[in-house]
């Protein structure tokens, strides 16, 4: 699998002994169904952009580019649209609280080329969208690598308060509905080489920032997130010391949140970020054993992030470099990624009209 073919795929959317007992599942449906309107980039009037993109439920919690925990707001009546490549490499990994390595694995590799979107439908309002192609690769062993598109995921951002906070700058808060559903029926029940955990999710998100007047901001940002079962092609499981006679698996909910801080000014963002996930349940991986799609997942990363205008006749196009860094977590790899890619703006109003 190489960039290029990924990128081509892309655009071929449409968008010894233990205590057995049954294992009782989650039955009741997920807290909420998401109702949204995703606008489609397509050369028709702006009327004509609607798809029949209402009433998506069970989202994805995790939409980035234009991120759904940053403090950014695209105008009414703009797209905010790109592709961005990610490359995510680990050859150490902690199995519960122990790191270690695994001569079964060596490194395992994820990348991910993935088209990203974000529609003002007014100044507070936003939209966010994302398609992800995930393909992976362990460098040792046996196991076979995966590919195929992994989860749609759609957001919905709300600006609810914006006003001056001393004379420095101004104060923001921002509530956040998001959330993702497999795209295809690729096997989640395969890890760490499965390219997604295959649950459908929504999460609840608020987001507070100060933005100064001279550029520098700080942003705090915290979720929520509610996921359904999932179902196996097995009918019993083991896990957590247990032997489960079912094919559904009840996923824990995660808790996470984000601190960053940074300049940002006339299209040009430096900034850096600590993001901590807390799985709500879970077990760990047990010894010299595969992962299992219900394990307790717990990280804490830092990264970097800069965007980049391009100057001259291609002002609307935005370069995107992300750095990140697992330091610490429990049942994943250690894992370093970088994110590139580009983004480019497309404004929908007309000659005259007040952007």
């Known amino acids: 699998m190489t960039f290029a073919r990924a990128l081509v795929e892309l655009s071929q959317v449409c968008f010894p002994s233990h205590p057995i007992r049954p294992h009782r599942p989650n039955t009741g449906s997920l807290p909420a169904r998401l109702g949204v309107v995703v606008y489609r980039l397509c050369p028709k009037p702006l009327k004509k952009l609607l798809p029949p993109l209402v009433m998506l439920a069970s989202l994805s919690a995790t939409l980035h580019a234009q991120t759904v925990d940053d403090a950014i707001m695209i105008p009414r009546k703009t797209l905010f649209t790109g592709a961005l490549y990610s490359h995510d490499t680990w050859n150490q990994y902690w199995e519960g609280p122990l790191e270690r390595t695994n ?11 993935s088209w990203t979107g974000n529609y003002g439908i007014t100044d507070r309002l936003d939209v966010l969208v994302s398609v992800p192609y995930v393909w992976t690769h362990a460098s040792q062993g046996v196991l076979h690598s995966m590919r195929g598109f ?8 709300y600006n609810f308060l914006d006003r001056p906070f001393t ?8 509530a956040v509905v998001a ?8 096997t989640p029940d395969f890890q760490p080489l499965s390219i997604g955990l295959g649950a459908k999710r929504i999460a609840a998100r608020g987001t507070l920032n100060f933005q100064s007047n001279r550029g520098w901001f700080l942003t705090g940002s915290t979720a929520y997130t509610w996921r359904d079962n999932v179902t196996l092609n097995r009918n019993s499981y083991f896990t957590e010391g247990q032997l489960f006679l079912t094919n ?18 006339r299209g040009l963002m430096l900034q850096g970020l600590f993001f901590q996930q807390r799985t709500q349940g879970g077990g760990d991986i047990r010894r010299q054993d595969m992962p299992f799609i219900s394990n307790m997942m717990n990280l804490s990363r830092v990264s970097g992030m800069v965007m980049y205008p391009i100057p001259g006749p291609l002002h609307n196009l935005a370069y995107q470099f992300t750095y990140g860094y697992v330091v610490d977590g429990r049942n994943v790899g250690q894992s370093t990624t970088i994110t590139t890619g580009f983004d480019y703006t497309v404004h929908f109003a007309k000659r005259g009209q007040k952007q």
């Not at 001569?103 to 080329?113: A, D, I, R």
């Not at 992994?150 to 951002?157: I, N, P, V, Y």
């Not at 808790?255 to 960053?260: A, G, H, K, N, Q």
Request: glycine fraction near 16%.
């Open 167 to 174: 004379e420095a700058g101004r104060i923001r808060a921002f």
């Open 150 to 157: 992994q989860d749609f995921s759609l957001g919905a951002k």
């Open 179 to 186: 959330g993702g559903i497999p795209m295809t029926g690729y």
């Open 103 to 113: 001569g079964n694995l060596g490194t395992v590799k994820t990348q991910s080329v």
């Open 248 to 265: 559904q698996v009840q996923m824990p909910n995660v808790f996470d949140y984000v601190v960053s801080g940074g300049w940002f000014r």
